[in-house]
């Protein structure tokens, strides 16, 4: 099993910054990808970004690239986001997500296999 602990949520003005913390801990050497997703209310989870623990790859959803940065640091095994320039629209409880698949590129909440208990940003005009 792994466990992750999503922190660093908060209220935000239109423009402004906030950078969100996922602490991972259990089997972590099964999982190879990492990702964040976000839910906003009425709304399907829709997925923001991803990375490869060995950091070779990430990949951004069209709406954040540019804005959204994911990385990671691996002593303390802890991925991050940072979320620049935000919008009201980025409004959202975000998600911290694991995936075992190797080499998985998958922007699909069905296909990651741990979840953290989400963490909410709201981003006022």
């Known amino acids: 099993q792994v466990q992750l602990v999503e922190s660093g949520g908060g209220l935000v003005q239109a423009g402004g910054s906030l950078r969100l913390s996922c602490a991972a801990s259990g089997r972590i050497s099964s999982v190879y990808t990492m990702g964040w997703f976000r839910q906003a209310p009425g709304k399907e989870r829709e997925f923001a970004a991803a990375?490869?623990?060995?950091?070779?790859?990430?990949f951004y959803a069209d709406s954040v690239k540019g804005r959204f940065t994911i990385s990671r640091d691996n002593a303390k095994n802890t991925v991050y986001l940072q979320m620049n320039s935000l919008k009201p629209d980025d409004t959202a409880v975000y998600y911290c997500?694991?995936?075992?698949?190797?080499?998985?590129?998958?922007?699909?909440?069905?296909?990651?296999?741990?979840w953290g208990q989400g963490t909410q940003v709201t981003v006022s005009s």
């Open positions: 990375m490869w623990w060995n950091g070779d790859n990430t």
């Open positions: 997500a694991a995936d075992r698949t190797i080499l998985g590129n998958s922007r699909s909440a069905y296909d990651y296999d741990y």
